[in-house]
């Protein structure tokens, strides 16, 4: 009796503890699904922008400045972002030197379990893949600071399949104000840096 007793007492345990585990996993899922701080922040780029623009590049080449407007949404009540930019007519590596409108995308998201900003971006000059991005938030200086790498296609100077890698900042001014700096590199040199100014309409 007492051997019977000590077993279904044991089994008793085991199911309690199984229960109060799940209920704590269940709980932690719960919360990690929710959006926070982190996605507010984010949503700074909501609204209608303009912005100017200026590629840098390595070589002693002209830089080239343009202007363009950006539109910043958010989906499914603020689990993440996009930012679609519309630049300037300009002939494509692709497009025999016809003109066309410049398009960029970029996916914003703030991952709760790995604990870092997350980003997907792509264009309609040289990109047929999708460019991910992971970063950090610094909240003094108010940017967060992404890293990335990809595979590229042919480029000037630049071969088939060579790692590119890119190194982005997103730096809050103000409510109406916004700067996205973006560095690309491969083999150790810089290729060219890119600086976005937002202004909100």
């Known amino acids: 009796m007492k051997y019977l007793f000590?077993?279904?007492?044991?089994l008793l345990l085991a199911v309690l503890t199984t229960s109060t585990s799940f209920a704590q996993d269940k709980n932690e899922m719960a919360e990690l699904?929710?959006?926070?701080?982190?996605?507010?922040?984010?949503?700074?780029?909501?609204g209608e922008w303009s912005f100017t623009g200026k590629h840098t590049f390595a070589g002693g080449h002209k830089p080239i400045e343009f202007t363009g407007s950006m539109t910043g949404k958010d989906l499914w009540d603020?689990?993440?972002?996009?930012?679609?930019?519309?630049?300037?007519?300009?002939?494509?590596?692709?497009?025999?030197?016809?003109?066309?409108?410049?398009?960029e995308t970029m996916l914003?998201?703030?991952?709760?379990?790995?604990?870092?900003?997350?980003a997907s971006y792509i264009n309609n000059e040289f990109e047929t893949g999708i460019i991910s991005l992971e970063g950090v938030y610094d909240p003094i200086k108010k940017i967060i600071t992404y890293d990335g790498e990809t595979l590229s296609p042919n480029r000037p100077n630049l071969p088939l399949g060579a790692m590119r890698k890119?190194?982005?900042?997103?730096?809050?001014?103000?409510?109406?104000?916004?700067?996205?700096?973006?560095?690309?590199?491969?083999?150790?040199?810089?290729l060219?840096?890119?600086?976005?100014?937002f202004t909100r309409k």
């Open 6 to 10: 000590k077993i279904c007492s044991t």
């Open 108 to 118: 914003l998201g703030y991952d709760n379990v790995k604990k870092k900003f997350v």
């Open 78 to 103: 603020g689990r993440y972002f996009t930012t679609e930019v519309t630049g300037q007519d300009i002939p494509m590596p692709w497009s025999d030197g016809k003109l066309i409108t410049m398009h």
């Open 33 to 46: 699904s929710k959006t926070n701080a982190n996605h507010l922040l984010l949503a700074q780029v909501k």
């Open 192 to 197: 060219f840096d890119t600086l976005l100014s």
């Open 166 to 190: 890119f190194h982005a900042l997103l730096k809050f001014i103000d409510n109406d104000h916004y700067e996205l700096e973006w560095h690309e590199s491969a083999g150790g040199k810089e």
